[in-house]
């Protein structure tokens, strides 16, 4: 056997092995599916704005809600356009990395913009 398991995900155990179609802990009786790369790499996450919509790179967005920027009097008010954006992996949860005209480069959450 040249493949070797990949270890529980519930307590580490290396001794895992097949059963059907599920891998099985012998430490902690946990069971699972096995995940293949061919499937992690088409199962992306997914971002959706305010209403369900779903973001990709490159989209307009409007903000839907007035935005304090941290450390600044400076307010993004309710409909300003944020055009080409691109989705990241960012600070807590921003998943959008944009420049906003008259602001400048920004992380924003996904949950405060609207696709045009």
Same mark, same amino acid.
């Given at each position: 056997?040249?493949?070797?398991?990949?270890?529980?995900?519930?307590?580490?155990?290396?001794?895992?092995?097949?059963?059907?179609?599920?891998?099985?802990?012998?430490?902690?009786?946990?069971?699972?599916?096995?995940? !293949?790369?061919?499937?992690?790499? /088409?199962?992306? =996450?997914? #971002?959706?704005?305010?209403? %369900?919509?779903?973001?990709? +790179?490159? @989209?307009?967005?409007?903000?839907?809600?007035?935005?304090?920027?941290?450390?600044?009097? !400076?307010?993004?008010?309710?409909? /300003?356009?944020? =055009?080409? #954006?691109?989705?990241?992996? %960012?600070?807590?949860?921003? +998943?959008? @990395?944009?420049?906003?005209?008259?602001?400048?480069?920004?992380?924003?959450?996904?949950?405060?913009?609207?696709?045009?």
């Amino acid at each position: 056997m040249t493949e070797s398991l990949p270890p529980c995900p519930v307590c580490s155990s290396e001794y895992t092995y097949e059963m059907g179609a599920l891998l099985v802990c012998p430490e902690c009786a946990h069971e699972w599916e096995p995940v !293949t790369e061919d499937v992690e790499a /088409t199962e992306g =996450r997914v #971002i959706k704005d305010s209403v %369900g919509n779903v973001l990709s +790179d490159g @989209d307009t967005v409007t903000v839907v809600k007035d935005l304090k920027i941290k450390g600044s009097s !400076t307010v993004i008010k309710v409909g /300003t356009k944020v =055009r080409g #954006i691109r989705l990241v992996d %960012g600070v807590g949860d921003h +998943d959008i @990395d944009a420049k906003v005209d008259g602001v400048g480069p920004m992380q924003l959450k996904s949950s405060v913009v609207k696709k045009v």
